[in-house]
């Protein structure tokens, strides 16, 4: 069965230096999505992109945070200057974009930052 | 505003009882509406869906979902909980366009033996 893969699954990182998580969505999805789970906390959503261009952001994605489709296959998300409030699991998901699909999101089973 | 509101943080239930996980939504359009899973140290796996037509929906692991337009609700049942049923769930709405999930705050489901 086709899947969402993320990589790394887990990285530390020093504060202020820049991370880049990676994502291969499944291969036949159009929508593309970056959401945050910081430590019991709940499922923000940060960035969903579509069409080479980002469809919508929340207020979590500021100037730090950027995306970007560099392949046909892999979808990253890259963090310029890393904060300790950005530890978190970053989760990447895909969905088909053909009419009459039913919305839902796969998911990656996430990458664990740890900014120290 | 658009939301997703999970009223219980934490549930316990003895293995072998039923469940009633609580969903309410505000939407301003058509919603579709999931619940998904998460296992300790694991990604979302969803459980179910609901977008059209009977609003009584069936999902993996015996679960199902009854959507209630007029009460705004999508509570998740199971009739006998299994220790496995153990994990974090969150219910989620979004519509069919590209637009996000919007997830709730999630409940933690515990089973004793």
């Known amino acids: 069965e086709p899947e969402v893969t993320q990589t790394p699954s887990h990285q530390v990182t020093q504060m202020g230096q820049e991370v880049i998580l990676r994502c291969v969505p499944i291969?036949?999805?159009?929508?593309f999505y970056w959401y945050r789970q910081i430590l019991g906390q709940k499922v923000e959503f940060l960035v969903s992109f579509y069409n080479n261009e980002i469809s919508e952001k929340s207020e979590i994605f500021d100037d730090q945070f950027s995306v970007e489709r560099p392949d046909g296959s892999n979808f990253t998300l890259k963090i310029r200057s890393t904060k300790l409030e950005d530890s978190a699991m970053y989760f990447c998901a895909s969905r088909e974009g053909t009419s009459g699909h039913t919305g839902e999101l796969f998911f990656g089973e996430g990458s664990r930052l740890t900014v120290l | 505003a658009q939301s997703v509101t999970q009223p219980d943080i934490h549930i316990t239930v003895s293995e072998g009882a039923s469940l009633e996980l609580r969903c309410n939504y505000s939407?301003?359009?058509?919603?579709?509406l999931f619940w998904y899973v998460q296992s300790p140290g694991q990604g979302l796996q969803l459980l179910l869906k609901y977008f059209s037509g009977d609003t009584l929906v069936q999902g993996i692991k015996g679960f199902e979902a009854e959507f209630k337009r007029s009460q705004s609700s999508f509570n998740l049942r199971k009739p006998s909980v299994h220790w496995s049923d153990a994990a974090e769930y969150f219910c989620a709405v979004g519509n069919q366009a590209g637009t996000a999930l919007i997830f709730g705050k999630g409940t933690t489901l515990s089973v004793s033996s």
């Open positions: 291969s036949n999805h159009l929508y």
């Open positions: 939407y301003g359009a058509t919603p579709y």
